[in-house]
Nanobody, 120 residues
Framework: QVQLVESGGGLVQAGGSLRLSCTAS????????MGWYRQAPGKQRELVAT???????NYADSVKGRFTISRDNTKNTVYLQMNSLKPEDTAVYLC??????????????WGKGTLVTVSS
């Protein structure tokens, strides 16, 4: 079993910054792609950013130039640095990781999410 735990959410004023973290634990052999998604009230879940195992990144157009995704493979952790936050960034942010377990099964795992609220 693998567990993902997010942290770093909170309340921030527009224009401010937050840094989210997501750490995986459990039966892990390796982690392929890692990503952040978000879901605002009444809206569908949407992709925010992804990073491959070799560090290639991809961002939603709405966050390009403001958010940066990174990873620390030694800590099984993915980060999301969010700058110049806007009220429309308010959402529950969830991490997703494609994990290969120690018995070589590959599965996608989701964290439970961390709430980011941006006030105007």
């Amino acid at each position: 079993q693998v567990q993902l735990v997010e942290s770093g959410g909170g309340l921030v004023q527009a224009g401010g910054s937050l840094r989210l973290s997501c750490t995986a634990s459990g039966s892990i052999f390796s982690i392929n792609a890692m990503g952040w998604y978000r879901q605002a009230p009444g809206k569908q879940r949407e992709l925010v950013a992804t990073i491959t195992d070799v560090g290639s990144t991809n961002y939603a157009d709405s966050v390009k130039g403001r958010f940066t995704i990174s990873r620390d493979n030694t800590k099984n952790t993915v980060y999301l640095q969010m700058n110049s936050l806007k009220p429309e960034d308010t959402a529950v942010y969830l991490c997703n990781e494609n994990v290969v377990s120690r018995d070589y099964y590959r599965m996608n795992y989701w964290g439970k999410g961390t709430l980011v609220t941006v006030s105007s």
